[in-house]
């Protein structure tokens, strides 16, 4: 019988990777699960709201929900529906968590993706513009760098509405659609990431400046700014794939400040509505799709860094 080939560095961290992900992701799901059944409040009073319930009425809503059952058996039915894409139904909406949260994803990818790509683009103009630049003009980019990535979410979005809304008048204040209500939050997303990405990049550009490859570049009559653009940013924008994990988790808690502040639709103003007014399955919802994305980003970073750098075929085992 033909023995199998074994699997090569790559493909076993690829592997490994991919188990550690199964493994976070049920991880979030039960930690969901205990939250929801360790959370305060009763949840059939959570249904009914302010109205009275009698006793049989209650027991078969809990009935229904699985709740007088055993919390292994409980634990059990959690995981085969959470198999099965069910995450639930909404205590407050009566409505089904994964149709309330695919209903909301488009919004929430939208401002999500723009603001990446808004802070993408500044660090990048940024970082070109002042590596290696003269003193004076690299500590005030640091300065302003530091004040973008420690400035609260919330209070950048208070700002820029007071100016460019209340009283400037040149964008929608709250829940406005199209480019124009898109602005104002992708540019409070963006802020902080600005900050961290314009740092990071500045420094690498500057080791990269430094490396045979410039100085090579340079002896052929590259000039100083095609040789930022055309050769030193490409190597670069390596190191900001570490911090692919960050980035996500920035997106995802900074959609829930934006899309709170601007009245905006999607996933983030959903999960505060649902927090407020402790609607569990919903929170759970969020927890496991957030945890979903989370590693599915890292793990697909950790195939880029195998093509970035073919050198870890040959050393990730």
């Given amino acids: 019988m033909p023995k199998r080939p074994a699997l090569g560095p790559a493909a076993r961290l690829l592997l490994r990777r991919l188990l550690l992900a199964v493994v976070v992701i049920l991880g979030a799901a039960t930690a969901a699960f205990m939250g929801l059944r360790l959370a305060p409040g009763d949840p059939v009073q959570l249904l009914v709201g302010s109205h009275e319930v009698t006793p049989e009425t209650a027991a078969q809503v809990r009935g229904d929900l699985g709740l007088d059952r055993p919390l292994y058996v409980q634990y059990g039915l959690f995981l085969g529906r959470l198999l099965h894409g069910d995450l639930g139904q909404s205590y407050q909406l009566s409505q089904p968590v994964s149709d309330l949260l695919s209903s909301q994803a488009a919004a929430t990818v939208e401002l999500a993706l723009t603001g990446f790509l808004l802070a993408l683009t500044g660090s990048v103009l940024l970082a070109v513009a002042t590596a290696g630049r003269r003193p004076l003009l690299r500590r005030a980019s640091s300065a302003v760098e530091l004040v973008l990535s420690s400035t609260p979410a919330f209070w950048a979005g208070i700002v820029l509405l007071t100016l460019f809304s209340f009283q400037w008048q040149l964008f929608p204040a709250v829940g406005g659609d199209g480019a124009e209500g898109l602005v104002l939050p992708a540019v409070t997303l963006a802020l902080p990431m600005l900050g961290v990405f314009s740092q990071i990049l500045r420094e690498s550009l500057e080791r990269s400046l430094e490396e045979p490859f410039a ?19 490409r190597h ?29 639709q999607g996933i983030g103003r959903i999960t505060a509505s649902a927090i407020s007014v402790r609607d569990l399955p919903v929170v759970t919802g969020v927890v496991i799709v957030s945890a979903a994305v989370f590693t599915l980003v890292n793990l697909l970073v950790d195939a880029l860094y195998l093509v970035a750098d073919p050198r870890l075929k040959e050393t990730s085992g």
């Fill in 215 to 233: 100085v090579s570049a340079r002896a052929r009559g590259s000039g100083e700014t095609a040789l930022r653009l055309r050769h030193a940013l």
């Fill in 236 to 264: 670069s924008l390596v190191p900001l794939l570490t911090l692919s994990g960050w980035t996500v988790g920035s997106l995802l808690s900074g959609a829930v400040v934006v899309e709170t502040v601007f009245s905006r």
